[in-house]
């Protein structure tokens, strides 16, 4: 009996009413857990140190779109753009990495490498400088204040930088020290 009733009221519903309803509006993705971009930035960063620049610049970008002030990603991204030959634009997003965490070393050493190699090099030292007063046993930062003193004609300043970078490679744990663009 229930069976044959529910048949009649699907028989007799009008579904021309259903025409004159709002089409169903689809809900947004909910926005990704702390842990799924986590996750997403780490394999950035892998495809970033495995030489992968243009992979880890699409997933930093991706990370961006969900958290536009992910400094963390600014900073890599603009660090892999300068390194894939767009400094100027490399320079542009690692500073809108720094006006959101100005307490990163790592962000102003790789600015200032990106700086070297436009020979802006005044402007290099000051980051390099800023890097340097944030994290004192940074070789990376003594190594481009060195190339940076250098260009400006100053070698004996450079001298003494490279000769710090040098002693922080050489005595840090285990022996490994830095070198390059910090990751």
């Known amino acids: 009996m229930v069976a044959e009733e529910a048949r009649r009221d699907v028989d007799e519903f009008d579904f021309s009413r259903l025409d004159a309803l709002p089409e169903p509006q689809s809900k947004p993705a909910p926005p990704p857990s ?77 600015r200032g490498a990106a700086l070297l190699t436009l020979g802006r090099h005044a402007e290099a030292l000051a980051d390099f400088d800023q890097a340097i007063a944030l994290k004192p046993d940074l070789p990376q930062a003594y190594q481009g204040r060195g190339a940076a003193l250098q260009a400006l004609h100053r070698p004996d300043e450079a001298k003494a930088s490279f000769d710090r970078a040098l002693a922080l490679k050489l005595f840090t744990p285990h022996g490994q020290g830095g070198g390059g663009d910090t990751l």
């Open 34 to 110: 702390a842990s799924d971009l986590l996750a997403i930035f780490r394999t950035g960063l892998d495809r970033h140190r495995n030489g992968d620049l243009a992979g880890a610049q699409a997933i930093y970008t991706q990370v961006l779109k969900r958290d536009p002030k992910n400094y963390d990603a600014l900073h890599l991204l603009g660090l892999a753009t300068h390194q894939a030959g767009r400094s100027k634009e490399g320079i542009a997003l690692i500073s809108e990495g720094i006006a959101l965490n100005p307490r990163s070393e790592a962000m102003f050493s790789n």
